[in-house]
T-cell receptor
Framework: EDKVVQSPLSLVVHEGDTVTLNCSYE??????LLWYKQEKKAPTFLFML????IEKKSGRLSSILDKKELFSILNITATQTGDSAVYLC?????????????FGKGTHLIIQP | NAGVTQTPKFQVLKTGQSMTLQCAQD?????MYWYRQDPGMGLRLIYY???????DKGEVPNGYNVSRLNKREFSLRLESAAPSQTSVYFC????????????FGPGTRLTVL
């Protein structure tokens, strides 16, 4: 059974701190790993990772994938209150006749002023 | 472009009633998806459609039917709603062959009493 596990499930930090969110996975047909941000509405896309060791960056957010150890991390530096959200990790398992994303339960991140 | 749109935004049903959730995308994507999201859970795939005229079951298809009406529209039907189907439903779309990210609609919050 395909599985995506995120940790921690919730995290409270102060503005300006750096956070690291974790995602490990077990899927039979790995195509890519995606990170989404969800703020009480539709998930919005952050990153897609397909190759090991290549860091993706967007401003204060960055992410990296390790396909050998089957995990990814999402880093947020100099956190702001606007970073408060649920961060979802998903694995694209499309191929071999199947399609879709398998999601983890998400990390609920709260940034206190 | 409106992206992915869903109707209705909110719905309350009584047990045993039926309804159809509508989804449309204007990005010329070939693949469309229906997910449900329950409290403390990530999104779970209900059904997907890789192209017009084809539909396939996802992780949690029981109690649902779908129709891919044309390339733009993908509907989800509950024939006899049950309290266990109380959830937030998200529709998504993408170009399957390029393996790019899925784009999500704003969601429908459904309560079954």
């Amino acid at each position: 059974e395909d599985k995506v596990v995120q940790s921690p499930l919730s995290l409270v930090v102060h503005e300006g701190d750096t956070v690291t969110l974790n995602c490990s996975y077990e899927v039979t047909n790995f195509r890519s790993l995606l990170w989404y941000k969800q703020e009480k509405k539709a998930p919005t896309f952050l990153f897609m990772l397909t190759s090991s060791g290549i860091e993706k960056k967007s401003g204060r957010l960055s992410s990296i994938l390790d396909k050998k150890e089957l995990f990814s991390i999402l880093n947020i530096t100099a956190t702001q209150t606007g970073d408060s959200a649920v961060y979802l990790c998903a694995v694209d398992f499309s191929g071999g006749g199947a399609d879709g994303l398998t999601f983890g339960k998400g990390t609920h991140l709260i940034i206190q002023p | 472009n409106a992206g992915v749109t869903q109707t209705p935004k909110f719905q309350v049903l009584k047990t045993g009633q039926s309804m159809t959730l509508q989804c449309a995308q204007d990005m010329n994507h070939n693949s469309m998806y229906w997910y449900r999201q329950d409290p403390g859970m990530g999104l779970r795939l209900i059904y997907y459609s890789a192209s017009e005229g084809t539909t396939d079951k996802g992780e949690v298809p029981n109690g649902y039917n779908v129709s891919r009406l044309n390339k733009r529209e993908f509907s989800l039907r509950l024939e006899s709603a049950a309290p266990s189907q109380t959830s937030v439903y998200f529709c998504a779309s993408r170009y399957l062959l390029t393996g790019k990210e899925q784009f999500f609609g704003p969601g429908t919050r459904l309560t079954v009493l």
